[in-house]
């Protein structure tokens, strides 16, 4: 029995509607079974089964060919990964959604928590200058994703302003 019809929450109902539009719009096998398999993957994203998630992101990432839809895949890899503490991993599944959609601001703001999450850890460990790259590297992803969404990520403005680190007009 697939997966949507276990789980009855939120992204059961929205992946009913999405598949009535693969049923509609035309599509390749390909690309249906690639949806299958990404929306298998939220649904057990959702349910904590992680690893039955990356299983599905995977699968839908080997047979997705469109960019803007690999971005995605490739974006909820990289919240997995930040789950569970794998940051490095994270950075570089974000890198690659980046690439293919680089006006995903999500993206940009999870960067940055990683980057100033290492930040904070190496003033922990008395390393002042490798804590000072981490947190440059954050404020260079923050001042992106404020570009993309100027309204949003109000508490990334203060900090850079409180540090002195961007000016906004």
């Given at each position: 029995?697939?997966?949507?019809?276990?789980?009855?929450?939120?992204?059961?109902?929205?992946?009913?509607?999405?598949?009535?539009?693969?049923?509609?719009i035309?599509?390749?096998?390909?690309?249906?079974?690639?949806?299958?398999y990404?929306?298998?993957?939220?649904?057990?994203?959702?349910?904590g089964?992680?690893?039955?998630?990356?299983?599905?992101?995977?699968?839908?990432?080997?047979?997705e060919?469109?960019?803007y839809?690999?971005?995605?895949?490739?974006?909820?890899?990289?919240?997995?990964?930040?789950?569970?503490?794998?940051?490095?991993?994270?950075?570089?599944?974000?890198?690659?959604?980046?690439?293919?959609?680089?006006?995903?601001?999500q993206?940009?703001?999870?960067?940055?928590?990683?980057?100033?999450?290492?930040?904070?850890?190496?003033?922990?460990?008395?390393?002042?200058?490798?804590?000072?790259?981490?947190?440059?590297?954050?404020?260079?992803?923050?001042?992106?994703?404020?570009?993309?969404?100027?309204?949003?990520y109000?508490?990334?403005?203060?900090?850079?302003?409180?540090?002195?680190?961007?000016e906004?007009?």
């Amino acid at each position: 029995m697939p997966r949507s019809r276990i789980n009855g929450n939120f992204i059961d109902k929205t992946s009913i509607v999405a598949n009535i539009l693969l049923q509609i719009i035309s599509t390749t096998s390909g690309e249906k079974r690639s949806f299958t398999y990404y929306r298998d993957g939220m649904l057990a994203q959702s349910e904590g089964n992680y690893v039955e998630a990356l299983q599905n992101y995977y699968e839908a990432t080997r047979l997705e060919i469109d960019p803007y839809d690999r971005s995605y895949i490739l974006y909820n890899i990289g919240l997995i990964h930040t789950s569970n503490g794998e940051c490095t991993k994270a950075l570089e599944y974000y890198f690659r959604t980046l690439e293919r959609n680089p006006f995903l601001p999500q993206a940009f703001n999870n960067m940055v928590v990683i980057c100033h999450y290492r930040g904070e850890q190496t003033i922990v460990q008395g390393d002042s200058e490798i804590a000072e790259a981490w947190f440059d590297q954050a404020d260079e992803y923050w001042k992106h994703a404020i570009t993309l969404t100027p309204g949003n990520y109000i508490e990334a403005q203060n900090w850079l302003k409180i540090t002195k680190r961007f000016e906004f007009e």
